[in-house]
């Protein structure tokens, strides 16, 4: 999998997800030449549609299949703070690609933002809830 990662200050996103290095190399050169600084080209190894995506604050973004997130999951503890976002899953499962080149509209992907209350009902339901909720 080709994918196009921005790093702009405390800002991270994912301009593009590929499955054809071609198309991913063809997308970032649409980049404007002042957002293309900010943009990194990353193949990520034995991962295929549909596989998650995990943002967390002050961390690099991570690639998962279904089992990893399972996992994740599996070991994400309850914090004190109840309003926390553990972490943002994303669900790519074709091709993404925003708009306009180089640009955030990650919030256009499927996505769940994982709080304890996920996590409990997780724990509850199991995978029946990762699915429920879209997220698998």
Do not use: C
Not at 68 to 95: A, C, G, M, Q, W
């Amino acid at each position: 999998m080709f994918i196009i990662v921005a790093n702009k200050g405390k800002l991270k996103w994912i301009s593009g997800v590929f499955q054809a290095e071609e198309v991913a190399r063809q997308y970032m050169d649409l980049i404007p030449d002042e957002l293309k600084v900010y943009h990194e080209f990353i193949q990520i190894e034995n991962i295929t549609y549909p596989f998650y995506i995990i943002e967390r604050q002050e961390s690099p973004f991570r690639f998962l299949d279904k089992d990893e997130v399972i996992s994740l999951f599996d070991h994400t503890d309850i914090s004190e703070d109840e309003d926390e976002v553990h972490f943002n899953i994303y669900t790519v499962d074709s091709d993404y690609r925003p708009k306009k080149p180089g640009t955030d509209y990650m919030g256009a992907l499927r996505h769940d933002h994982v709080t304890n209350e996920s996590i409990e009902m997780y724990r509850e339901e199991g995978t029946v809830f990762l699915s429920r909720r879209r997220i698998l």
